[in-house]
């Protein structure tokens, strides 16, 4: 990519985000690394799918609850212990999934 900069604005070979600067003249330079900054398609396909699964933790405790409250003929220890097994399993697998998303670590 190429892009009109001073040449002492830098002022060394590396910039802050740490992409390499190589010099054409002191009116142009190029900067190389630029895609080290997009994310992958494994990355936001991970971060999607821990949204999902934490939304999905919402819905069954919100499903928990909302059953516990009506006078429905369920054992109670049953429903809430169920419960709370999925929203525990579903928000774990969710930030397990954001947390490999955001991982800088290219294997």
Known sequence: MDCRCKFSEFGG?????????????????????????????????????????????KLVFGGVVLAGIMKLDVNRALLFGLGTVVVLLTVSAGLICILLANSNKEK
Request: with cysteine; glycine share 6%.
């Open 13 to 57: 070979r590396w910039t802050e985000k740490g992409r390499k600067r190589l010099a054409l003249s002191e009116e142009r330079c190029i900067f190389a690394k630029m895609e080290d900054e997009r994310k992958t398609n494994k990355q936001v396909m991970l971060g999607e799918l821990g949204k999902y699964c934490i939304d999905i933790s």
